[in-house]
């Protein structure tokens, strides 16, 4: 397993502080108010970590009645990457170098939860003595398990299962997918 010990909201600090320097001034709005009036989306950051007999690591919320990826919702101008990277540190206790993305899926709005972007990263595959060592470090999870994707199939949102069966395919083909509720497009 890859470790990234000093995990950043957008890579390298020095980096993003020239980066939106050179991006010039802020924007200034051409109708006052507009920006205050347009749609705002949340994103998460979720990763794909896989045992040596392929199966998926799902944590098991305390506050929902389904299986869910390791990883969470951004923060406030943080990136979805960096967001997996931080919520993997609370949920696990383990600071992953994430892989590449595998699928950008984008989900509708759904009772309180606005719509939002759902990114999918590769975190590899552990070996026996890591994935062993794995555990729940967060008040909010009941636990850590290693599932097949058909045996947790009935214990997930049927959107989650079809972003999961593309990131596996994502996996194996070398192809980022974009999806739309689980549906490739």
């Known amino acids: 397993m890859k470790t ?11 980096t993003f ?15 006052p108010g507009i920006a205050g009036r347009l749609p ?3 994103s998460a950051g979720g990763v794909l970590l896989r045992d040596r007999q392929g199966r998926v690591l799902f944590v098991v919320p305390r506050y929902k009645p389904v299986l869910d990826l390791p990883g ?11 967001a997996c990277q931080r919520e993997v540190k609370e949920e696990l206790g383990i600071q992953l170098d994430l ?9 509708p709005r759904n009772g309180v939860w606005r ?6 990263f590769d975190g590899g595959v552990l070996d026996d003595d890591e994935a062993a060592e794995l555990k729940a470090h967060d ?13 947790a199939a009935p214990q997930l949102h049927p959107s989650m299962l079809r972003r999961l069966q593309l990131a596996l395919t994502a996996v194996d083909t ?7 509720f689980g549906r490739q497009q």
């Not at 969470?72 to 960096?82: H, L, M, R, V, Y």
């Not at 008040?139 to 045996?151: M, Q």
Request: glycine fraction near 8%; avoid cysteine.
């Open 4 to 14: 990234n010990p000093h995990p950043q909201n957008y890579g390298d600090p020095e």
């Open 17 to 31: 502080a020239r980066d939106v320097e050179l991006e010039g001034p802020a924007e200034v709005e051409f109708n």
């Open 40 to 42: 705002a989306k949340s």
């Open 72 to 82: 969470g919702i951004t923060d406030d101008n943080e990136s979805p990457k960096a």
């Open 99 to 107: 892989g590449r993305l595998l699928v950008v899926d984008w989900i």
């Open 115 to 120: 719509d939002s972007h759902q990114f999918i």
């Open 139 to 151: 008040d909010e999870l009941g636990e850590v398990k290693f599932l097949p994707l058909d045996v």
């Open 174 to 180: 070398g192809e980022t997918i974009y999806a739309e």
